[in-house]
């Protein structure tokens, strides 16, 4: 529900009247804007509004699973772990993604210093977006991780 009104609001088919103070609509727009309540889809479309970085190493991810490590989404990235962590970046402030702890916010590698050797985590908000992001991967993609994960 929230994600739906996230995106009611950012597209502007909700808005807070200030001189009134309240919150108005048009239920009639919103039906014609083909805007879906199915949360699957929803999550799609926000993926699919990140950069090409972003969007890619998030479809690494899900690769890996519902939880993961930035050192092996570094790996499978074929990247190193600052670079991977930067593509990351656009989806944690989308909140699709969160650190698994509060070590990646507060750790001591914040403030520019390194991020090599930190044993960081992270795990998808939810299972939905996780399918969503691994639902834009090719059939030849899927293979690809698939077969790249078994060596």
């Not at 804007?33 to 993926?47: C, V, W």
């Not at 989308?94 to 210093?113: A, H, I, M, T």
């Not at 960081?120 to 691994?134: G, N, P």
Request: aromatic share 10%; charged share 25%.
């Amino acid at each position: 529900m929230n994600e739906f009104l996230k995106t009611l609001y950012t597209e502007g088919h909700i808005y807070f009247d200030n001189i009134d103070g309240c919150w108005e609509w048009d239920a009639t727009k919103i039906k014609r804007s083909g805007i879906t309540d199915n949360i699957a889809m929803l999550m799609t479309n926000k993926i699919q509004r990140l950069s090409s970085a972003g969007q890619s190493v998030l479809k690494l991810a899900a690769c890996i699973g519902n939880s993961f490590s930035l050192e092996m989404l570094a790996i499978v990235n074929k990247r190193p772990v600052t670079v991977t962590e930067s593509e990351l970046r656009e989806a944690l402030s989308e909140n699709l993604v969160q650190p698994s702890d509060d070590y990646y916010r507060y750790g001591p590698f914040r403030e520019g210093k390194t991020l090599q050797g930190a044993d960081i985590s992270f795990k998808f908000l939810h299972d939905r977006v996780q399918q969503a992001a691994y639902s834009l991967l090719s059939s030849n993609q899927k293979q690809h991780q698939w077969r790249t994960s078994r060596l």
